[in-house]
Antibody, heavy 118, light 109 residues
Framework: QVQLQESGPGLVKPSETLSLTCNVS????????WTWIRQPPGKGLESIAHISYIGSTNYSPSLRSRVAISLDRTKYQLSLKLSSVTAADTAVYYC????????????WGQGTLVTVSS | SYVLTQSPSVSVAPGQTARITCGGNNIGTKSVHWYQQKPGQAPVLVVH???ARPSGIPERFSGSNSGNTATLTISRVEAGDEADYYCQVWDTSSDHPVVFGGGAKLTVL
């Protein structure tokens, strides 16, 4: 059974860089697309970054200048970096796998809450 | 970019049928996926590719997609179905291809 586990600091100061990792276990990391989703408190889901199985990336237009996604196949890790954070970046951050073909998100991590505050 | 529109709330009595819609321009030409999210939990895929159910999802959950509207139908609604439901598509014409609807809160009366 594929399992995804996010990790990172729960608290980040304004203007700093948020760094998260997602450990993948129970299945291959290669051959799949991966994505980071975030959900501000009380709000809906927002996909913020995507990386394809060949390493091409896409980002939410509103975050493109501040966000980066990467994949380390040797460590079975997906990573997210978001720079110059503000309180508006406070959210639960999820990593998820995209099913090959029609791109449903078939496996999700449990999510990690990141609060931006001084 | 592609926009998915969901009515924010749906209410239904136990045992009745709930229908949650997701509107988008020619959405019938895309594969639509649905997620259930209960408070404090990660979303769970309940319907993929318009109408297919992942293993472990009850047959009470079904989907359809045509024209400009996709629909998630939950038959014989139970109290445990109360949750937020999100539709999602993959749109290669958007800057970012993973597109979610705004979500709909299902309340079981």
């Amino acid at each position: 059974q594929v399992q995804l586990q996010e990790s990172g600091p729960g608290l980040v100061k304004p203007s700093e860089t948020l760094s998260l990792t997602c450990n993948v276990s129970g299945g291959s990391i290669s051959g799949y697309d991966w994505t980071w989703i975030r959900q501000p408190p009380g709000k809906g889901l927002e996909s913020i970054a995507h990386i394809s199985y060949i390493g091409s990336t896409n980002y939410s237009p509103s975050l493109r200048s501040r966000v980066a996604i990467s994949l380390d196949r040797t460590k079975y890790q997906l990573s997210l970096k978001l720079s110059s954070v503000t309180a508006a970046d406070t959210a639960v951050y999820y990593c998820a796998r995209l099913e090959y073909g029609h791109y449903s998100l078939d496996y999700w991590g449990q999510g990690t809450l990141v609060t931006v505050s001084s | 970019s592609y926009v998915l529109t969901q009515s924010p709330s749906v209410s239904v009595a136990p045992g009745q049928t709930a229908r949650i819609t997701c509107g988008g321009n020619n959405i019938g030409t895309k594969s639509v996926h649905w997620y259930q999210q209960k408070p404090g939990q990660a979303p769970v895929l309940v319907v993929h590719d318009d109408s297919a159910r992942p293993s472990g999802i009850p047959e009470r959950f079904s989907g359809s997609n045509s024209g400009n509207t996709a629909t998630l139908t939950i038959s014989r609604v139970e109290a445990g179905d109360e949750a937020d439901y999100y539709c999602q598509v993959w749109d290669t014409s958007s800057d970012h291809p993973v597109v979610f609807g705004g979500g709909a809160k299902l309340t079981v009366l």
